[in-house]
């Protein structure tokens, strides 16, 4: 363990003042500020919501904003049991571009929410993966860039993204969101589709392919 750590560090260093090039700090300071708690991540969920008619009702939005809020639980609950210092407490000599956030750095929040939405826009809308995987890079990147992350803490952040997006599409989003909305009042007819509120059920077959075959004959 102490020498996957020891690299890490090496790897830090390399990445943070090694490949640190100043005309392109403010970029990265600028990607890093934009995916904060997820901020522009949820801005695509707000996009999905108010384009809802447009890209199949409101699971595409429901199930954005559920990845996203269980992988902020993970990434929350594994930050308190591992506590990792952050690079600028640990480490001298560094770029700290930013104001250091009061949580402990493994893993990333910001890899989690990134990797979590690239994953479910892709498995939802395929063509999606040529903008939200190098979104969810830079902004992961930027991570190190600007001196709070450990590269292991991205890793792994954007590995539990990606199996928490996996959880994410095997749960039975409608029916919890049929659930949650059926409890405010006028919700659902202002969010939900007419055929989102009503499910169609239409039989295979007419009443008239049901006839005995005799009577066909």
């Given at each position: 363990?102490?020498?996957?750590?020891?690299?890490?560090?090496?790897?830090?260093?390399?990445?943070?003042?090694?490949?640190?090039?100043?005309?392109?700090?403010?970029?990265?300071?600028?990607?890093?500020?934009?995916?904060?708690?997820?901020?522009?991540?949820?801005?695509?969920?707000?996009?999905?919501?108010?384009?809802?008619?447009?890209?199949?009702?409101?699971?595409?939005?429901?199930?954005?904003?559920?990845?996203?809020?269980?992988?902020?639980?993970?990434?929350?609950?594994?930050?308190?049991?591992?506590?990792?210092?952050?690079?600028?407490?640990?480490?001298?000599?560094?770029?700290?571009?930013?104001?250091?956030?009061?949580?402990?750095?493994?893993?990333?929040?910001?890899?989690?929410?990134?990797?979590?939405?690239?994953?479910?826009?892709?498995?939802?809308?395929?063509?999606?993966?040529?903008?939200?995987?190098?979104?969810?890079?830079?902004?992961?990147?930027?991570?190190?860039?600007?001196?709070?992350?450990?590269?292991?803490?991205?890793?792994?952040?954007?590995?539990?993204?990606?199996?928490?997006?996996?959880?994410?599409?095997?749960?039975?989003?409608?029916?919890?969101?049929?659930?949650?909305?059926?409890?405010?009042?006028?919700?659902?007819?202002?969010?939900?589709?007419?055929?989102?509120?009503i499910p169609k059920n239409i039989p295979t077959e007419t009443p008239s392919t049901l006839e005995p075959r005799e009577k066909q004959l």
């Open positions: 363990m102490e020498s996957i750590l020891s690299l890490d560090q090496q790897l830090f260093y390399w990445i943070n003042v090694r490949l640190n090039i100043p005309s392109l700090d403010w970029f990265m300071i600028f990607a890093t500020r934009i995916s904060d708690k997820g901020l522009f991540w949820f801005l695509i969920v707000l996009i999905l919501l108010l384009n809802r008619r447009r890209v199949g009702g409101i699971r595409p939005a429901a199930t954005l904003f559920t990845g996203i809020g269980i992988g902020g639980v993970v990434e929350n609950i594994i930050k308190f049991i591992v506590a990792r210092p952050r690079p600028p407490m640990a480490e001298e000599h560094i770029n700290h571009l930013i104001h250091l956030p009061v949580s402990s750095s493994f893993p990333s929040g910001h890899a989690v929410s990134s990797f979590v939405s690239m994953y479910i826009l892709y498995r939802l809308f395929p063509k999606s993966i040529v903008w939200t995987l190098p979104c969810a890079v830079i902004m992961s990147y930027s991570r190190i860039y600007v001196g709070v992350h450990y590269p292991l803490d991205i890793i792994v952040g954007a590995i539990i993204g990606i199996a928490v997006g996996k959880l994410t599409m095997k749960l039975p989003i409608m029916a919890i969101a049929h659930k949650l909305l059926s409890r405010i009042p006028g919700a659902r007819r202002y969010i939900l589709s007419a055929d989102e509120i």
